[in-house]
Every structure is written in C-alpha cells, then in structure tokens.
C-alpha cells in the first residue's frame, strides 16, 4: 500500500516558539502592552495565526481587530526562521522514513505562506509531496477535511497514512479523517493530548512507530 507520513508543523517539525514568541512580543510592545513568558506562547499555539493574535490580545483584555493580524503575519513571515530550527533528530527521522518507503506531507494550521517559507528557510520543503497550511482550505485541523484535503494534494489516502503531530487538534483530525495517529511525545502539547494514541518519545523513535503500522 502506498505509505503517507503527514506531518504537524509547529511543535513536531520545528522549534519555532521562539519566532512567534518573538514577533507577538513585538506586535504587543507596538500596542503598550506587556509581552509574556515562553510556555504562556507555547500554551496558545495550535490552532494558527489568527487564533493566537486573539488569544495574546485577550490576555490583556485588548479586542481583536484585523490590523494587528496582518501587522504579526508581516513581521512573523519576515522572521520566521531567525531561531527557529528543526527539533533534534527530524532531519534523520524524515531521511528513514522516506528510506523506508514512506511519502512526506506537512498539515499545519500556520498560514501556508510563512509555513513555506520556514521549510525553505530549514532546508526541508523539498521532502514534503504537499504542504497543507491553515488556510489553504476552507477549514483546518481539528476538522478531519484539513487533513483529507492535505492527503488528497499529497497523492495519499487515509488508509496508507500517519498523521504525527503534538496537539489534540492532531489526533482529532487524525481520528475523524479514520488515518493512524502517533503523538510527539517532544513537543509543544502536555502528553494528556495523546488520548489513546501511541507516544513517539523522540524523533528517532518514530521509525519503529511506523515500521509497525507499515506492517498492520
Ligand atoms: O501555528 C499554530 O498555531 C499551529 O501550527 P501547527 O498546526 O503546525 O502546530
Ligand atoms: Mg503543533
């Protein structure tokens, strides 16, 4: 069967708190208002860009308006890569698999355009069949159709594919799309997140993982 490994991006690819960290703490300074402390960041990534802008001006009781969006996403797509790196390990992870005869895919709710231009940046975009951002479809994850439309694009179906990401939002695709889910174990989600879905530790851990659902 053709295999499909369907990748997260933020928090399961790369590190790339410390970015939007960053470029929050800027757009909130430009507003007079305190920036925050890295897991308060890292607590409200996951459900993409515009979801986080709100989050961050809800903490300090400002409104939502469409400006301060589009003000992150200019500086974030410009910064995205200033120290944002793969998580230890990835490069080697995706060279196995890809080895063991599985096609690549990314699924993530950051907005396709800085999700491009991060993997560019990283050197990584090239493995990947499909690139499926935040808003590169009517809805995203946790709606399963962000993930069949992802697999679609990839040339994949949810019977050959693996969706690994580190959030809820993941394995709540991953389930309604009726595709196998691994949770990584090294990123941004508390461990709760898995549900029932088998815990990849590290990187390295992810071929055994999918050597054995390869094989069911
Ligand atoms: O940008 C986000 O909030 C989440 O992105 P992810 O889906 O790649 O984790
Ligand atoms: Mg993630």
């Known amino acids: 069967m053709d295999r499909i490994a369907v990748f997260d991006l933020d928090g399961t690819l790369v590190d790339s708190a410390p970015d939007l960290h ?50 992150f996403l200019a500086d974030y797509g410009a910064n995205a890569a200033v120290e944002t790196a793969p998580f230890d390990g990835i490069s080697a992870a995706l060279d196995t698999a890809m080895a063991a005869g599985w096609r690549l895919a990314v699924c993530t709710n950051k907005p396709v355009e800085p999700a491009i231009t991060l993997l560019r940046a990283l050197g990584l975009a090239g493995r990947f069949a ?59 989600g508390p461990r709760a997140m898995a549900g029932g879905a088998p815990i990849a530790e590290r990187p390295r851990d992810l071929a055994a993982l999918l050597a054995a659902i390869g094989d069911g």
């Open 22 to 71: 960053a470029a929050l703490d800027r757009l909130m300074a430009a507003r007079g208002l305190p920036g925050f402390r890295r897991a308060e960041v890292v607590g409200m990534i996951g459900d993409g860009a515009k979801v986080l802008v709100e989050r961050a001006l809800a903490a300090r009781g400002a409104t939502f308006d469409p400006a301060a969006l589009d003000s």
């Open 130 to 188: 499909a690139i499926g951002g935040g808003d590169s479809y009517p809805v995203r994850k946790p709606d399963p159709a962000h993930l069949l439309a992802t697999l679609r694009d990839a040339g994949g179906t949810p019977a050959g594919a693996v969706m690994i990401g580190d959030h809820h939002n993941d394995m709540a695709a991953a389930a309604g799309a009726g595709v196998k889910p691994i949770f990584a174990g090294w990123g941004y």
